[in-house]
């Protein structure tokens, strides 16, 4: 069976949360430089293609997602290789319409039920519109309600977990050029709800400092810059509204986010089992003052050597995480790699980092031959798009 990844979309309509998904499958339906491709069922490919055709030659956009709709949408990530093709793992996206953040209904039902899809996530994703962030750091008045109504009631439903939070801004292409993600990224702490989500899962206060960490388990918060039409081909109007140029769609970045849900989730994972060993050995004190690797983490709980690490963590791992050991070694030492480095390092570091990864991405290649080899190789996939997204934004991430 599968391993099944899940995964939540929260963003106030007309944040971009319909074109990011149809523009996501466009791009990763076919095998390019990603390594792996994603298929649906074919009642969802329809819909996928049909918002990508109206975004990509229509003048006006798609329709937001109706109150009365939860999107589902279960993309299987499978991988073509000479000898066939595998399925390696499944994402299971819920979208929920803007209206449930910022005007919800009294049915009852349909908030239960967005409760516990929250809870049952792996990971949250969270769209920043890109005009109206624009909007905010340029000081406009019309983007105050925004700040406060809409990524307002997107960060008190996030305040509720301590799950991974990838915040997607979409529409990037009308911020870059005019600011970087790093300047970015201190406009957004200016604002005190965003700034509390990122507090409370560091120990150091002062999160403008890049060495502060997270060693309570909760999960990793990133920017990630998207644009799902690519610049040029719409333009922003005084009323806000984006009107089309006529240009063809080039996404950027739109592969990024979906790379980013594994690793982070099985570092989660893997910081959870230490927090428990670290509660029953009464050793809190000293484990935060400790400046301690993830490898050291685990040396201290559950042996001397990654062999004999790894043969007591592996079992203890929820079942979409029962990788084998070789692949286990390589993502921890990539978390490992990438929490030793410095901000103003991770740029060199990253692309240091590259060629090894391709190297093991081909090796994993010829080595596919079930679901179990392709999960291994898709991961690979995912690292490497991980080490692009630390190149070209080293301030992408907001907790270590």
């Not at 979309?9 to 466009?26: E, N």
């Not at 074919?42 to 049909?50: K, Y």
């Not at 911020?175 to 790093?182: A, F, H, N, S």
């Not at 090894?356 to 080899?373: D, G, M, P, R, S």
Request: proline fraction near 4%; charged fraction near 25%.
């Amino acid at each position: 069976m599968l391993p099944i990844y899940n995964v939540v979309i929260l963003g106030p309509s007309g944040s971009g949360k319909t074109v990011f998904l149809g523009s996501m499958y466009h791009k990763l339906s076919t095998q390019g430089e990603s390594g792996f491709f994603l298929a649906v069922d074919d009642a969802q490919r329809i819909i996928l293609n049909q918002i990508y055709t109206e975004v990509a030659t229509d003048e006006t956009w798609p329709e937001p997602t109706q109150i009365v709709d939860i999107s589902n949408l279960k993309f299987t990530c499978k991988i073509q290789t000479p000898k066939g093709i595998y399925s390696a793992c499944q994402f299971q996206y819920t979208d929920y319409s803007g209206e449930i953040l910022t005007d919800r209904k009294d049915d009852t039902t349909y908030i239960e039920k967005f409760n516990e899809t929250i809870k049952n996530a792996d990971v949250l994703l969270g769209l920043i519109d890109g005009s109206k962030l624009l909007s905010y750091i340029k000081g406009e008045n019309s983007a105050r309600k925004w700040v406060i109504k809409e990524l307002g009631n997107v960060l008190s439903l996030m305040q509720n977990t301590d799950k991974s939070i990838h915040f997607i801004i979409s529409k990037w292409d009308l911020i870059e050029g005019e600011y970087t993600l790093e300047e970015v990224r201190n406009h957004l702490l200016e604002i005190d709800q965003f700034r509390n989500i990122i507090m409370t899962r560091s120990n150091n206060s002062d999160i403008n400092n890049e060495n502060h960490r997270n060693d309570h388990g909760k999960g990793v918060v990133r920017l990630i810059p998207v644009s799902s039409v690519g610049k040029g081909f719409a333009e922003q109007q005084t009323d806000g509204s984006m009107k089309k140029t006529g240009k063809l769609p080039k996404p950027y970045n739109i592969e990024l986010p979906i790379a980013c849900i594994l690793p982070d989730k099985l570092k989660e994972e893997l910081r959870k089992m230490i927090n428990e060993e670290n509660k029953k050995s009464q050793e809190q004190i000293q484990e935060v003052k400790a400046n301690l690797t993830l490898w050291d983490k685990l040396k201290k709980y559950f042996g001397t050597t990654a062999k004999t690490i790894l043969e007591k963590v592996a079992p203890k791992l929820p079942p979409q995480f029962q990788f084998s050991k070789e692949i286990l070694t390589d993502i921890i030492d990539f978390i490992d790699q990438d929490l030793q480095t410095s901000v103003y390092n991770k740029e060199t570091a990253a692309k240091e980092r590259t060629e090894q990864l391709k190297a093991k991405k081909a090796e994993a290649l010829v080595k596919i031959e079930n679901e179990k080899t392709a999960l291994e190789y898709s991961t690979r996939c995912f690292l490497l798009l991980v080490n692009k997204l630390e190149y070209e934004h080293p301030y992408s991430k907001l907790t270590n």
